[in-house]
């Protein structure tokens, strides 16, 4: 009865592995496997090598799993579809395991630095192992019902019922009871897991979300200074023109200010259609001649682009979706490690078509500071009697004449409690970094009736290939440093980028570089190029590399299993186990005490219906001295015979008091 339990459980194990991960064509096969195998177990003997080798072949199952889907285009990630197949790698020890007389495997054989120091041979049941394999690889649910689930497995219980058709009819009831239980702790599994792992991606997404100044609802004044201490390298940017002057490359824009933060409009996500093998960003469009080819690493398959300004269309982005999303972020879910595209804009203006509330109104916590510099610089009189865009003049002038960027905004000494970081920065410092100077140029902007947006995103200026025969499309590299944030205004009915940062911001972030930045180039240089090698679209072909890994796999596997030393024992010989003498006499005297051993049945098995004497330590070290290359100590062969003498003094008193 016992030694049904575990295999009937191993393979609805299986069965729940394939239902979750919808690999039913595997998990059938591995289950007919399986259940021929443990038709036949306990039958063949192993040399200790024999399981060094199966484990080598576990190993290389995984290495090759891992290589197949690491070459696989459509997988960005290739360590959680490998994982997902632990079962599959485990099945040859847990085969050797149910053929083995012992049904047990030595420990250490997973330990490649201990095989050959190892001389005392520890055994160990994987059954436990296997079966917590198949519940964690099935952790990625896509099942699509439950009629594979409950039918495999209650054809897997009716063909145990038919291999061991002598059991009686408590034990078919028993095997049924269990199975009703297994299956119930399986749906249960499953339930929650799929709860689990919807939380888990709902905490993952919105981590992904809040990383950065932009992809989201909103963003605090600092964000953009924290972002500037950092050389990391967030793209690679070639052109088709020259570039004098730094070119924006937007993520997003804003609208409401409120207590020094910004938030988006409340805009509905707007999905990009695909056609004519482009993103269409804007509807209709004449053709373009400008276009920026990114050649962008991306650390996770969901990014908020950075593009240029009244960009048109993007060509040769491999994505799933690309969405316009609040702020006109421009979203894509669904992308490799690595991608280059080209992004096609133009260098007019866009127009200025939707203008809400939002893009006038004033914070009140700023409006009085907003309508003195107004009125120190006559603004409102400029912009009635000479137009908008000489108020926006008169502003430039302004901050580029009574104002200094600084990284950090300067602490003021005896600031009032309630006077706001702007205000400082407005009344006294005038000095700070972009997200000050964007801030106060749509605010200000807005007091004089001009509808204004916040926008944020990265300046492009540093060229790696300086001095280059073709300059004009050299490599540009956009840092983490050059994070920037400006406005936008409402000029004649066209949105005009209002950037009154000081020129001079660039070359003040660049003398603050880290003296690592060297260092750090050349590894994220190493990252670039093995990305751009792995998922870049050039004349590789897959297909060959993976014929090239299957005839590797299949070498070396043969090789392994080549060196598998079996002997079959038939049933006869293990009935008698003429080796020992004392062993046998010891299974005469218990089935003489009323102890009845199935044809067939392993020793293991028999003496789990032994529940009066502790058999297990004895059989341990009979098996060690049968089956290890090693045998006994001295010490040890004392301990068995001595145990094996004192059992059957036991069973001699039990025979007479039975008498």
């Not at 995103?457 to 400006?486: C, I, N, P, T």
Request: with cysteine; charged share 20%; hydrophobic share 45%.
């Amino acid at each position: 009865m016992k030694a049904l339990m575990m295999p009937l459980l191993l393979l609805m194990g299986l069965q729940f592995w394939g239902w979750q991960l919808e690999l039913f064509w595997l998990a059938g096969c591995l289950s007919a496997i399986f259940i021929v195998v443990v038709y036949q177990q306990g039958r063949y003997t192993f040399e200790i090598t024999s399981f060094y080798h199966i484990a080598n072949l576990c190993v290389l199952i995984l290495a090759a799993a891992f290589a197949y889907f690491w070459l696989d285009e459509k997988v960005s990630k290739a360590l959680f579809p490998t994982l997902q197949l632990l079962p599959l790698a485990l099945m040859p020890m847990l085969m050797m395991q149910y053929l083995h007389q012992s049904r047990r495997v030595p420990s250490h054989a997973w330990m490649f630095f201990k095989r050959d120091k190892e001389a005392k041979h520890r055994w160990m049941d994987i059954s436990p192992l296997f079966l917590v394999a198949c519940l964690f690889s099935a952790g990625a649910s896509r099942h699509s019902g439950y009629e594979y689930f409950l039918g495999a497995s209650l054809l897997l219980l009716l063909l145990l019922f038919w291999l061991q058709r002598a059991v009686n009819f408590k034990t078919k009831l028993t095997l049924v009871l269990f199975f009703m239980a297994v299956v119930l702790l399986a749906l249960v599994t499953q339930w929650t897991l799929n709860d689990l792992q919807n939380r888990l991606e709902a905490r993952i997404n919105q981590w992904i979300l809040n990383q950065g100044h932009t992809g989201q609802g909103s963003t605090a004044i600092g964000e953009i200074g924290r972002l500037k201490l950092s050389d990391h390298i967030v793209s690679r940017v070639q052109t088709n023109r020259k570039i004098t002057t730094p070119l924006l490359l937007q993520q997003g824009t804003y609208q409401r200010y409120h207590h020094g933060e910004w938030y988006s409009g409340a805009w509905a996500d707007v999905q990009v259609p695909f056609s004519d093998g482009q993103w269409q960003l804007q509807d209709e469009h004449e053709p373009a001649e400008q276009y920026l080819r990114f050649l962008q690493v991306f650390a996770q398959d969901k990014a908020t682009l950075a593009l240029p300004y009244n960009s048109l269309s993007i060509k040769n982005l491999a994505a799933e979706t690309l969405q316009v999303k609040q702020g006109a972020s421009v979203q894509a879910q669904g992308l490799r490690p690595f991608s280059a595209f080209d992004v096609y804009y133009s260098l007019a203006l866009p127009d200025a078509l939707v203008i809400s509330r939002s893009d006038v109104s004033v914070t009140k916590d700023e409006a009085v500071t907003i309508a003195l510099i107004a009125q120190k610089l006559n603004l409102y009189q400029i912009k009635q009697e000479q137009g908008s865009a000489k108020a926006l003049e008169v502003l430039k002038q302004y901050f580029n004449r009574e104002f200094t960027y600084s990284t950090w905004l300067q602490a003021v000494p005896n600031r009032p409690n309630k006077q706001t970081a702007l205000t400082s920065f407005l009344l006294q410092t005038k000095s700070g970094h972009c997200e000050y100077f964007a801030t106060a140029t749509v605010l200000l902007l807005r007091e004089i009736g001009i509808a204004s947006r916040y926008a944020v995103g990265y300046a492009m200026s540093e060229q790696q290939a300086e001095g280059a025969a073709d300059a004009d499309k050299g490599l540009f590299l956009v840092r983490e440093r050059d994070a920037h944030a400006w406005a936008l205004a409402d000029i004649d009915g066209k949105w005009v980028v209002a950037d009154f940062t000081p020129p001079n911001w660039l070359e003040i972030e660049n003398q603050h570089r880290s003296s690592w930045q060297t260092w750090a180039d050349m590894w994220s240089n190493l990252e670039f190029i093995f990305k751009q090698w792995r998922y870049g679209e050039d004349d590789k072909n897959t297909s060959m590399w993976l014929w090239l890994l299957a005839v590797l796999f299949a070498f070396l596997a043969f090789r392994l299993l080549r060196r598998v030393r079996t002997k079959s024992v038939s049933l006869e010989q293990k009935q008698t186990h003429l080796q020992d003498a004392a062993w046998q006499a010891l299974e005469h005297d218990l089935l003489a005490a009323g102890y009845p051993r199935q044809h067939g049945q392993t020793l293991h098995s028999w003496f789990e219906n032994i529940h009066e004497y502790d058999l297990f330590y004895l059989l341990d070290l009979y098996y060690l001295k049968r089956f290890s290359a090693q045998g006994l100590s001295e010490a040890e062969q004392k301990h068995l015979d001595q145990g094996i003498a004192e059992l059957r003094d036991r069973l001699k008193e039990h025979l007479e008091q039975t008498k």
